[in-house]
């Protein structure tokens, strides 16, 4: 079942005017923001289907940018996140694609600053309902409605079972679980999400393990 | 946890409990929280939606122009003592304007399923209070009842105007209103299926056509005629209307119909009324932009 939670029909509480191209948005760029974990020094916005017929309208490019700038769906300053990025040096660019999408309302956000760079594609599936479908050229699928945790690491014989030996050593429930990965033996991707909020040791812990190069975590 | 109306039905006849009762069962069940902890937030969404009516009960404008004012409007007829269709209806029509005029100028609603359905739900809700004097908790039940029927349409058909149409979007939330208005006037689980099922049959096919891509027009005026068409078959079902098409067979024809919905008609402003002379001209006024260009 795609929507499991009554608060996904009577909600959420949010900016208008629209629940899929705006709150959706919103939630798309905020996710964004949360995996590359600091704010960006600049994005690029592709816009697709839907989105890039009516984002001006819905507001859909100030609700993604207030994503980014980590403001949520009822967040009153999502109004002026256009002003807000430029006063702080975000460089943003908005593109309208023609190509047509597995989803009419998906948005390709790529983000960076000097340190490095993030790409992920969101889809607005209704009601502000979002999940996540592609991230750095993995394919997933992340409501970002739970907690979870994206692990990057090398495709080795027990790299998995590592990670989540340390989500049982501290008691983690494990909700859902993917990996993916582009090539035999090359990197691949953990997506986990789990039933409760992760404190820094789980992550430090992951990160320490062998064969694993980047761990991201997403706050519910 | 049920999967569509008739189990959503049959459990609420078995276990002699209403269905907003078996929603919030199904959310403690589902997310671990606490009662208190489910029927708390759903009153914050109930105060956002009181909110927002009286917001737009003040008068707003979009920041279009195309939105705005007509719920002061309708509230001022009524108080002429003239209306024809009842004061009752044409209040719930006035408040769901209300909500929807605060949506379009990007004021705070609540997404009832979705924010370009968001006036029904709480403009039925709040036109009833006069005549059944409901307690707070009977308005968060309320909420609880419209979710589970929303619910239902959302996981086996969908609450989105770019997927399914309007009929998915202000469709779903008139079955929502519809089955919650009979709940709350004390009819029988069954009767608000019927409801619902009653209010989706004459919202099937319902495209998503919004001049300009705003969500504005026509969608305002459908949140009027979607709280409208809510009440009614609320008053249908409560006198003992049955439809002859079950609850879940109309909900899989919206989902069926949704599907062969051509593109220009789901939310992308290329057809239906955003795509008439004077849709276009407002869409080029709004944005700028020179006619022959679009």
């Given amino acids: ?35 590359f974990n600091r704010e960006p020094k600049w994005a690029h916005i592709s816009f697709y289907g839907s989105f890039a017929k009516t984002y001006k309208g819905h507001g859909t490019d100030v609700a993604i940018v207030g994503g980014l700038l980590d403001f949520d769906t009822f967040d009153e300053r999502i109004k002026e996140s256009l002003e807000i990025a430029r006063k702080k040096k975000i460089k943003i660019t908005f593109r309208e694609e023609e190509a047509v ?63 989540s030996n340390i989500l049982a050593k501290h008691q ?18 953990m997506t986990i999400e789990v039933d409760q909020n992760l404190e820094d040791q789980v992550i430090d812990e992951i990160t320490a393990l062998p064969n694993i190069t980047q761990v991201a975590r997403i706050v519910d | 946890m049920f999967r569509n109306v008739a189990e959503l039905v049959e459990l609420a006849d078995s276990k ?8 919030i069962e199904q959310e403690m069940e589902v997310t671990g929280k606490s009662r208190e902890q489910i029927i708390y937030q759903m009153g914050v969404n109930l105060d956002v939606m009181e909110q927002a009516v009286e917001k737009g009960l003040q008068g707003v404008r ?29 209040d719930a029509v006035s408040k769901a304007v209300a909500t929807n005029e605060v949506n379009a100028a990007m004021g705070t609603i609540c997404a009832t399923p979705t924010a370009g359905s968001a006036g029904v739900v709480p403009g039925t809700l709040f036109a009833l209070q006069n005549k059944l004097k409901p307690s707070r908790e009977e308005k968060i039940e309320f909420l609880f009842t419209a979710g589970a029927f929303g619910f239902v ?46 209010t989706l049959k004459n919202m ?46 109309v909900i899989d024809a919206m989902y069926k119909i949704g599907q062969t919905m051509p593109s220009a008609l789901r939310e992308t402003a290329q057809g239906g009324l955003a795509a008439t002379p004077t849709g276009r001209e407002l869409e080029a006024k709004i944005f700028g932009i020179p006619l022959n260009k679009k």
């Fill in chain 1, 1 to 35: 079942m795609k929507f499991r939670s009554v608060f996904d029909i009577i909600g959420p509480v949010m900016i208008g005017p629209s629940s899929s191209h705006t709150a959706g948005a919103a939630r798309i760029g905020r996710v964004a923001r949360n995996l």
């Fill in chain 2, 153 to 198: 349409v959302a996981n086996n058909a969908s609450i989105s105007g770019a997927a399914g149409g309007c009929q998915a979007e202000v469709g779903s939330a008139s079955g929502m209103a519809a089955a919650a208005i009979v709940e709350m006037a004390g009819g029988t689980p069954a009767q608000s299926a019927e409801a619902m099922a009653i």
């Fill in chain 2, 204 to 249: 099937l096919g319902l495209v998503c056509d919004p001049v300009a891509g705003l969500v504005e027009v026509p969608c305002v005026k459908r949140n009027a005629m979607g709280a409208a068409n809510a009440m009614v078959a609320a008053d249908m079902a409560l006198a003992g209307i049955t439809s002859r098409i079950p609850c879940d067979e």
């Fill in chain 1, 101 to 163: 999408p597995e989803h009419p309302n998906t948005a390709k956000i790529t983000v960076g600053d000097d340190d490095g760079e993030l790409e992920l594609v969101g889809i607005s599936i209704g009601g502000g309902k979002i999940e996540i479908v592609e991230l750095n050229g993995f394919k997933l699928r992340l409501s970002g409605h739970n907690p979870a945790i994206l692990v990057v690491h090398d495709d080795r014989f027990g790299a998995i079972a590592n990670v």
């Fill in chain 2, 16 to 23: 002699q409990k209403k269905i907003s009762a078996l929603m």
């Fill in chain 2, 62 to 90: 979009s920041v279009s122009g195309l939105t705005g004012g007509d719920a002061v409007l309708l509230q001022n007829y009524i108080k002429s003592g003239n209306s024809l269709s009842g004061e009752m209806l044409l």
């Fill in chain 1, 172 to 189: 983690i429930n494990i909700g859902q679980m993917e990996v993916s990965r582009k090539e035999k033996g090359k990197m691949a991707l």
